[in-house]
């Protein structure tokens, strides 16, 4: 195989869903129709690159000219209530189920079973300022539920409890070892509206 292709497989085969057989095929098609399909690839790109941030205030991907995002400044969202979740993309999942229309707040990931909480990088501080400031009554965890996600959910709660917030997470629905990512909107409308106090 010569090295461009090889090298757009692989790049290819970083993405999310992307096995080396599936990249492969869509590297080989890129190549073969590039005027129909890698042209306005690399236009979208590039757009995407250069005009999408991470909200500053919960971390939600946003244009750099809305910033702080709609659903931050949006005032008919309630307030009392933030959901806490993994990633920017989750909240992009929770939103398309229309169960749930609080505020956000992405930590941009979830502590690891092999390192120390206090090395993983996680938007924790930035919540309990929020928290604070913004007088959330509760706030709603809808993290994966495998061992890194009842860890963080653990941790978020040590951290928040001796404010005196509720906190509660994701009910019945979402599988063990699954992600909301991965959860369709029923079965996400389905564990928030059945959502369960978190336990220390």
Same mark, same amino acid.
């Given at each position: 195989?010569i =090295?461009? !292709? ?8 970083k993405?999310? /869903?992307? /096995? ?7 590297? #080989? =098609?890129?190549? +073969?129709?590039?005027? +129909?399909?890698a ?12 005009? *999408?941030v @991470? @909200?500053s205030?919960? /971390?939600?991907f946003? $244009? %750099? ?6 659903? @931050? ?11 806490? *979740?993994?990633?920017p993309?989750? !909240?992009?999942s !929770? ?9 956000y707040?992405a #930590?941009?990931?979830?502590f ?7 090395s993983?990088?996680?938007? %924790? ?7 604070e400031?913004?007088?959330?009554e509760?706030? $709603? ?14 941790y *978020?709660t ?8 509720? !906190? ?22 389905? =564990?928030?509206?059945? +959502? %369960?106090a978190?336990?220390?």
């Amino acid at each position: 195989m010569i =090295a461009p !292709i090889r090298e757009l497989e692989q790049a290819l085969a970083k993405l999310p /869903g992307f /096995g080396r057989r599936s990249a492969l095929r869509a590297a #080989l =098609a890129l190549v +073969r129709e590039s005027a +129909r399909l890698a042209d306005p690839l690399a236009a979208a790109l590039a757009a995407a690159r250069e005009s *999408v941030v @991470c @909200c500053s205030r919960c /971390g939600a991907f946003t $244009l %750099i000219g809305e910033n702080p995002c709609r659903m @931050c400044t949006d005032e008919t969202r309630e307030r009392s209530v933030v959901c806490v *979740v993994e990633e920017p993309s989750d !909240i992009i999942s !929770i939103e398309s189920s229309g169960a749930f229309r609080g505020r956000y707040h992405a #930590l941009g990931g979830k502590f690891s079973a092999l390192k120390n909480a206090s090395s993983v990088k996680i938007r %924790i501080e930035e919540l309990k300022g929020r928290v604070e400031r913004e007088g959330f009554e509760e706030v $709603l965890l809808a993290l994966s539920t495998d061992m890194e996600g009842d860890a963080t959910a653990g941790y *978020v709660t040590e951290v928040l409890r001796p404010g005196g917030v509720r !906190i509660t997470r994701l009910a019945f629905g979402l599988p063990a070892d699954s992600g909301v990512a991965y959860s369709d909107p029923l079965t996400l409308k389905r =564990a928030i509206s059945n +959502r %369960i106090a978190q336990l220390s």
